[in-house]
């Protein structure tokens, strides 16, 4: 080999890099589909207040066009409220997987190692089951909110 390092050594090296940063990437990733979050670790269903503030930011939207269109002042307010009440049905309901969230990824990480620590398969298994679901909602969480800003 030479000072710097043989060629086999050097590929190697950048192979196990490429694959770390891939694996880091889908850590990461997440999204949230018709009222579940999905992400590497499995799918969760999301708080129905998700879905349900979502829905009533629509409808307030299109009561509120509707309301601009012929002039009516009053469904156009009613169109507005709607929308800021749905705006925030659906931030409580991030606030409530966030939380649980990451309770979860805590309860799942601690659990995990104790029941390993004692040997206990099933309950470690249940654990990271646990931690795979809270990450799950946290990244759905993530993922609506950068879609929001």
């Given at each position: 080999g030479s000072i710097t390092g043989n060629t086999a050594d050097k590929q190697q090296a950048a192979d196990k890099q490429r694959e770390a940063e891939a694996k880091d990437t889908l850590s990461h990733a997440g999204g949230s589909v018709g009222g579940f979050s999905v992400s590497s670790g499995g799918v969760a269903k999301n708080d129905s207040e998700r879905q349900g503030g979502q829905w009533d930011q629509t409808m307030g939207s299109a009561k509120e066009t509707v309301g601009n269109l012929v002039g009516a002042?009053?469904?156009?307010?009613?169109?507005?409220?709607?929308?800021?009440?749905?705006?925030?049905?659906?931030a409580q309901g991030?606030?409530?997987?966030?939380?649980?969230?990451?309770?979860?990824?805590?309860?799942?990480?601690?659990?995990?190692?104790?029941?390993?620590?004692?040997?206990?398969?099933?309950?470690?298994?249940?654990?990271?089951?646990?931690?795979?679901?809270?990450?799950?909602?946290?990244?759905?969480?993530?993922?609506?909110?950068?879609?929001?800003?």
């Open positions: 002042e009053g469904l156009k307010k009613e169109g507005r409220d709607q929308n800021a009440q749905g705006q925030a049905r659906e991030q606030l409530n997987d966030l939380g649980s969230g990451i309770a979860d990824r805590a309860k799942g990480t601690v659990g995990g190692a104790v029941a390993g620590a004692m040997g206990n398969e099933q309950a470690q298994k249940d654990y990271q089951d646990q931690h795979d679901k809270g990450k799950t909602l946290q990244r759905g969480v993530e993922a609506d909110v950068q879609k929001q800003a």
